[in-house]
């Protein structure tokens, strides 16, 4: 049974989790296809909240007399492009993601070369630190403050 999705700039989480088979090799084929996939379905969902939002800022545009109004729509779009443009940076790395399971190099820690594992990449499927490195990497952020 899939589960349900998330906000529109948070995960995609459509999807039915894959199963693994008995003696299935990592980024197997099949595992390569499951999370292309699931990358492409994010993307188009995306890329529609997009167009919805093109459609909403053309359909609600006005020129309010009252200045508070006006302010209101304002921000409120404001807030919508902040958000169209956090998406638009999540679609390229979407597509750098893409190419590297079309380069069959996915899956795997650009830090230590581990397996990333399939439930993290589940869960962010954009992912390129193993959970050790990422933890390690929040915690030098932290410190450093960078």
């Known amino acids: ?10 995960k995609f ?8 088979g008995d003696n299935e090799e990592y980024m197997s084929p099949a595992q390569l296809e499951h999370f292309k996939q699931i990358l492409l379905d994010w993307k188009q969902e995306l890329m529609e909240e997009v167009d919805r939002t093109m459609h909403h800022m053309q359909e609600d545009a006005a020129n309010y007399a009252d200045p508070s109004d006006r302010a209101t ?4 779009f404001s807030l919508e492009l902040r958000t ?3 998406e638009r940076k999540l679609i390229k790395k979407i597509d750098q993601t893409i190419d590297q399971i079309d380069r069959e ?3 795997f820690c650009e830090s230590c070369g581990v397996e990333i594992g399939i439930r993290r990449l589940e869960a962010r499927p954009t ?6 490195c990422k933890t390690l990497a929040e915690i030098r952020e932290k410190q450093t403050g960078i």
């Not at 049974?1 to 948070?10: F, I, R, Y």
């Not at 729509?73 to 409120?76: A, K």
């Not at 992912?127 to 050790?132: E, G, K, R, S």
Request: glycine share 8%; net charge negative.
């Open 73 to 76: 729509q304002e921000e409120e």
């Open 105 to 107: 190099d996915y899956g």
């Open 13 to 20: 989480t459509n999807f039915t989790p894959y199963e693994i």
């Open 84 to 86: 169209r443009d956090r």
């Open 1 to 10: 049974m899939p589960n349900e999705k998330a906000g529109s700039a948070g």
């Open 127 to 132: 992912a390129t630190l193993c959970i050790d």
